[in-house]
């Protein structure tokens, strides 16, 4: 059986003829505001302040779960919706029926008009919503107060134009002495009584009316109301009944504020309300101005949205129009629904059937008006369209997950999250600051496990908020476990779960696929060829769908090609994908993934380093060889993406199985166009215990000989050890394994250790020996670089002409051996060579071919090695200032990662060029400051820049 309800006196309702028993005041006031929603749905939160406003107790959402739960015993468990997060309630109303009657006097005859108002007022049955407490029933009580005055006065129009003057007279005196300043009801007043032969008193309440503006705001009757006082006092022809007959009614629609409540902690997005409000603020009347908010879930779209909406209020006093249009759920609001409920609100009570013909009335009745239309929760272009005003006078404030790009004329404002110091403060407004400040690290922790999401530091601050004994370390580490995330951002009906499958639950087939295995790496960022290689597709193909997914707010696109996904969204696919497609989805996809960076090194070192066997060593790991067009292409590729690569690794030494020696040459390649510094010494730390741990000691030498390599510089590694140790572990586990390659390549790391420490006899049995395993395991480029480096070995003992003769022997090999191409080592340590031989000239040739090749290449220790030395050679020549240039570049280039030992060594060569200056005070700080790094490294280059540094002059 139908049920009914009234709410234009104290809140009652009817199964047929029985009435229901809707319990306590506040339990009523839950129902009075589903009921006012007209179907939309209510959430928990928006019933808290409905009930308390800012005064709710700790166990509001279980008290409103309550009240809804009594609801449905009373009602029926059908009759109260569950909606996603909240509620809805739909049933007839006599508030719809009085709107609807109200709606379809507008435009009638007056006879007809009146008798539908007469109909709508007996609806009535004393002060609506009585009984019920707090703010928001006593806003609703005004507006429905405001519509019920509007229908007495366009009933009081139609008696006026129906000749019925005298019977106005007695109802219309007494409305105006209960609102005196009431322009409008005063005018009819004035009217009736004129009409009736009472001109005086016309006259009278016109003074009356004056004197009451005057003394309650301070202002004057409106000029409608003096120019009828003046045709009164004219006995002006234009006021008679005959002229006014046959004119239909006049029914004032009802002003809506629908705006919901300001968030009182609102914190951030300055620069955001600033742009969107002075936007507003300065359009005026000209255009119809659109502001299109986007952002993924839980971002904070609505809430900016209702932060600028009431900060321009005041700029619309035609009202203010608020619908959740439920984009994001399942069930998305029909447009024309929503024009329904639009219009509704607008007091429109019949409405058409059709789309096209609601939009139309819709536009109609905003014609002319100043309203603020807050469309909240869009799906798309296609539900937002109809739902905009055609009047320049009125504004639109929408959200939606997905960027509407193509709603014409919007502006745009794409929301990320917020900053850490944004979050923080966001954290400590709900919280409470004390809170905070006592744990301001842990409070960092926090808000970065939060995702900087607001929503899911909102839902960590309530947690914390109903756990007083809790600390935010210990919320801290109950979310440092990434499964088990999201399952604890949780707190009453608020979840960031439920908030992120609304939008997945949307995605077709291959985007939701995309989404998942996008998730995949724990790289910050994706190229569009990574995100193929994930999805096994081709580029162009992968690049749609990630765009797509940038456009639903599901993926960011910090440049064209670019793409990095929210650390919690990647929580959330991540679990979509072990429960959709198991452990061996994941597996496949880090391995493909994988694939591809070593297709792309086995192309780089084609390139970047001629002749190098791990190109085809990795090549035929990958089973193909990324090719690239020169070596700043190569550069290009290797910046973007150094780092995804590096993350790779180490996300496929944790699967089960997976090859660590394979995983080493792949680090050695990239170790051989890039110095990356600590992440790469960190992803080399967690390979050797892997392979430690599973007693792959092939793999552990191959890793020891890297450690070494970059720690050259006289550091230690987390180890504890020095280039030396791990060179002679190198030498050791190789050897027991027979891995020649591997040991010829740590006896030339012993051998440059050696060289470092000036005992160049060492050095040399060294590099022979490894010359004698570099042949042997058929390491031709190997054997090269170690016959170069008996060169600088040979210089360093003055065997000057056997020197020259290995290092251009050396030169030559590479040539031969990278097909006419070198790597910007070969030319470098001939050019070493030759100016340590005095060949200057000769020697800045080769060396600014190896400065030209690093540059190209975009390697920066080696860009910064070779500055070094064309300084060194360039104060030889007697062109100090040229060499100061050169060495402060190099010492720039090489404080980014920091390389200690090669800041010293361009340290010395601006003292060096400083001394020859004359600026010797300058050059005494700058030898000083290298002495003390070589001293700190235990290197003999101590002892020659301590003999420059002698050799200045006492002052000056």
Known sequence: MDMRFELLGPVRGWRGDTELDLGSPQQRLTLAALLLAEGRMLSVQQLVDVLWADAAPRTAANTVRNYVSRLRGVLGQAAVRSMRSGYSCTAALDVREFAALVSGARNAPPAEARDLLERALRLWRGEPLSGLPGAWAQAQRSRLVEMRLSAFEARAECDLALGRHQESVAELTSLVSRHPARERLCRLLMLALYRSGRQAEAIGLFADTRRSLAEAFGVDPSPDLARLYQQIITGDPALNAEETAAEPAAVTLPVPRQLPLDVADFTGRAAEVEKMVGSLRSGGARTLLIWAVSGQGGVGKTTLALRVAHAVKDLFPDGQLFVDLQGAGPDPMPPATALGVLMRSLGQGDLPDGLAERAALYRSLLADRRVLVVLDNARDVAQLTPLLPGSAGCAVLATSRAKPSSLDGALQMGLDVLSADESIRLLAAILGQERVAAEPDSALELVTACGFLPLAIRIAAARLATRPTWTLAQLTARLADERRRLARLRVGDLAVEVSFSLSYEQLRPELARAFRLLAVPDAAELTAAMAARLLD??????????????????????????????????????????????????????????????????????????????????????????????????????????????????????????????????????????????????????????????????????????????????????????????????VELAGAVGDLGVQAYAWALLGYQAGFRHDNAAAAECFERGMTLAGAAGERRLEAAMLARMGTTWSAMGRTEAALAAARRAFDLQIEIGDGKVEPITPYILGFVLARAGEHEEALEHLEAALGLATALGYLFWTATAQIAIARVRTGLGRPEEALTYAEAGLAGLATYPNERGMAEALTEIGRALSALGRHGRARAALTSAVEIFERLGVADAYDTGRLLDALPARG
């Not at 190569?634 to 944790?654: R, Y």
């Not at 741990?693 to 230690?716: I, P, T």
Request: hydrophobic content about 40%; glycine content about 12%; aromatic content about 4%.
């Open 537 to 730: 597709l081709a580029e162009s193909e992968a690049e749609e769908l990630g765009e797509e997914l940038v456009d639903l707010s599901l993926l960011q696109s910090p440049a064209i090609g670019r793409y990095r996904q929210h650390d919690l969204l990647k929580c959330f696919a991540r679990a979509r994908l072990e429960e959709e497609e198991g452990d061996g989805a994941t597996r496949a996809a880090l391995l493909r993934l994988h694939r591809y960076f070593e297709a792309g090194m086995a192309g780089a070192l084609r390139l970047g380093s001629p002749g190098n066997p791990l190109a085809d060593r990795l090549e035929q790991q990958a089973g193909e060889a990324i090719g690239f067009e020169d070596l700043s292409d190569v550069g290009g590729w290797l910046d973007d993406t150094s780092d995804s690569l590096l993350s790779c690794v180490s996300q496929v030494i944790e699967l089960p199985g997976s090859d660590l020696y394979e995983l080493a040459r792949l680090m050695n390649a990239l170790g051989e166009l890039r110095t990356l510094g600590r992440p790469y010494v960190e992803r080399l730390r967690r390979l050797l215990a892997a392979a430690t741990g599973r007693g792959d000691r092939a793999a552990e030498g191959y890793v020891h000989l890297m450690l070494g390599l970059e720690h050259m510089d006289g550091s230690r590694s987390p180890l504890g050890l020095d280039a030396d140790e791990h060179g002679r572990l190198a």
